[in-house]
């Protein structure tokens, strides 16, 4: 028989005064009464009831047993309610992970949207270029740039991330301005750590170029690439997100423009879960029509 109706049985036996008062009020026969009183007994083996014709009391072992029961009970309820507020509520802790010049350019000044709809939700924003271990690290949703690789996880497609190669104004005066993509071997290009030694492909009609720059400087920051760009270290390729505006303001000038960029899928990744809390819904309705 069920653990905690058998309790709650036996807890109201005890304060019922009799399993047949006890039958009256929870809707079943005295017989089913006792038979959950005996499978309690049975599982403790110990008596929890003396019992006469006429009179029950509670054995020692049954009062303490009693308390405990009732405990246990009280706990329940307050777990199946804190799980019930969690299920109708906005309320809680989402924790999510993004690719540092995304989540900085992008993803942080969206956030404003998803605050005014869910202001008692708090979020744990961890930005790295990484790979983050979703279930080591305790990760509810991740935004991932790039393929991925075979997963249990859900996976929503949001809007490729899209490319730039700029390089400042002072450095195109004193190195000139390249021509075509493959003249980029002759000039100084600042890389990104993590991509220094991935090739840049270029598409116009039928013309496809792959060059493989090489880089005298390479650091582990969009942001600081783009300020090495800034300060005419050299040419760079960098994510259209973080280029644009210094491009507008005249402080970056775009490279070969009517040449298409390889594009990188973008995806929302996170966990299948059918009871799915309302904040996670809420989240993920906001990425997806925020990033699409």
């Not at 038979?35 to 019992?51: C, F, H, K, V």
């Not at 690719?99 to 992008?106: I, N, V």
């Not at 400087?217 to 270290?233: D, H, I």
Request: hydrophobic share 45%; with cysteine.
């Amino acid at each position: 028989m069920d653990l905690f109706r058998s309790m709650n049985v036996f807890i109201t036996v005890v304060q019922a005064g009799s399993m047949s008062a006890a039958a009256m009020r929870l809707g079943i026969s005295p017989a089913m009464v006792g038979q959950y009183i005996a499978a309690l007994e049975d599982r403790s083996g110990m008596r929890l009831l003396n019992r006469t014709t006429r009179k029950q009391s509670l054995t020692d072992y049954g009062k303490s047993y009693f308390d405990q029961c009732r405990d246990i009970l009280e706990r329940v309820a307050v777990a199946d309610a804190q799980a019930e507020t969690q299920q109708t509520s906005l309320h809680g802790k989402i924790r999510v992970t993004a690719p540092m010049t995304f989540g900085t350019e992008r993803l942080m000044p969206a956030l404003v949207d998803f605050r005014r709809s869910a202001p008692d939700v708090m979020l744990d924003i961890v930005l790295t270029d990484r790979t983050v271990d979703l279930v080591d690290e305790g990760i509810d949703i991740a935004f991932r740039i790039g393929h991925l690789p075979d997963s249990n996880m859900v996976a929503r497609p949001l809007s490729p991330y899209r490319m730039m190669i700029c390089a400042s104004p002072d450095y195109l005066s004193q190195k000139g301005i390249p021509g075509h993509p493959s003249e980029l071997a002759d000039h100084e290009v600042v890389g990104l750590t993590t991509a220094a030694r991935s090739s840049w492909r270029l598409i116009k009609g039928e013309n496809k170029v792959v060059v493989l720059p090489s880089s005298k400087l390479v650091v582990n920051s969009g942001q600081a690439v783009r300020m090495a760009a800034k300060a005419g270290l050299g040419i760079v390729m960098q994510p259209e997100m973080l280029l644009s505006a210094d491009v507008r303001a005249g402080d970056l000038i775009q490279l070969f423009p009517d040449w298409q960029l390889r594009e990188r899928p973008m995806w929302l990744l996170y966990y299948k879960d059918n009871k799915m809390t309302p904040r996670m819904r809420r989240f993920i309705t906001f990425a997806v029509n925020a990033f699409v």
